[in-house]
């Protein structure tokens, strides 16, 4: 009986997932910095990098180092005997090869034994990919903990690189510039941003990631847009029950508006705990409080909104309901009629404009990519890539503002910056864990 439904939940989700992408082909963006090898002089160039989706990308900064490449357990997946250390006593660059384990994994290893950053070659000639954070577990705590940025580079160069730092005695140590000025668009002194997230808080690690952002990221996003510096727009991933299957089970407890918008059920259990439609009401009602906060002159309430709910109305306490989330708008003063005029009614046989918008805005456009992961965050348009952390995402807002513009909450973090004209535009492409 488990089985089974647990294969109708999994029907369900491939189907809706299906029919939410398919506009747009599933294109996905490969986020890119560039390393610009410095020594030795015959081999001095630029090359493209991906950066990897964990760590902390160095937005709008640069690192000089010098690449070492182990000459034992090169792909280090394995913990490393001892420090590395370079001869000049510049950072170290660790260049590693792919394969064997995640990606994230490599890079602990190498944080673990002193690396600044770390360069993982491709093993196979193809596009460059994203390197995306192995699923949160028990075996993953160090994603926490890793704070160097990592990036994939193609076989090509990471053969040439391994090449020149093998023969590094000889001829002198291979530098290399990575440089991530140009990987976050930076054309005025407005910074737009937005998250992709859900009210659910049982879908563990990942949920618990989105919800600490929130309560850790509130002073910074509030400080930034009450001064006027950044525009923040909370988004929330939306699916549709293909027209074949609106009339089963399975998507009247997961849908609203007869189909129209759904949310996967929480427990993946359509017989016990929340519905699936009770989260997309959710997710309706904080968009709504967006909206009528956004129109009474201040947006930043919803923060105050997303994070109280998380505390006093979470699904793990079974207090995730109507009645708590509108206490909750009550005692931010926002005009509950408002906010239940946005919301329309879910029984309806219609669209609902707020929700209908949401699953427009989850197609790529631009240089943007589609949102296909929960949570996503997006800044002046192009997706990030780093861990959802409040210093690694300021650092990252702060990148997103023409030089000069920054806001003193990005000044009194010792960031270098400086001009560049490097061009990264991101190509369709794809992402990997391994
Ligand atoms: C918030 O308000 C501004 C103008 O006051 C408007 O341009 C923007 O679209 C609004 N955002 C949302 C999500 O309604």
Redesign the pocket.
Known sequence: MGGARQFLAALLAVAAAAAMVAPARGRFVVEKSSVRVLAPEHIRGHHDAAIGNFGVPDYGGTLTGVVLYPDKKATGCAEFPARFKSKSGRPVVLLLDRGECYFALKSWNAQQAGAAAVLIADTVDEQLLTMDTPEASPDTRYLDKLNIPSALVNRAFGESLKRMAEKADAEGEVVVKLDWRESMPHPDERVEYELWTNSNDECGPRCDEQAAFVRSFRGHAQILERGGYARF?PHYITWYCPEAFRLTRQCQSQCINHGRYCAPDPEEDFGEGYEGKQVVVENLRQLCV??VA??SGR?WAWWDFAMDYKLRCSMKEKKYSKACAEEVVASLGLPLEKVLACMGDPDADADNAVLSKEQEDQIGRGSRGDVTILPTLVINDVQYRGKLERTAVLKAVCAGFKEGTEPQVCLSHAWRRTSACTGTAGAGGTRRRT
Do not use: A
């Open positions: 727009t967006h909206r956004n129109e947006p």
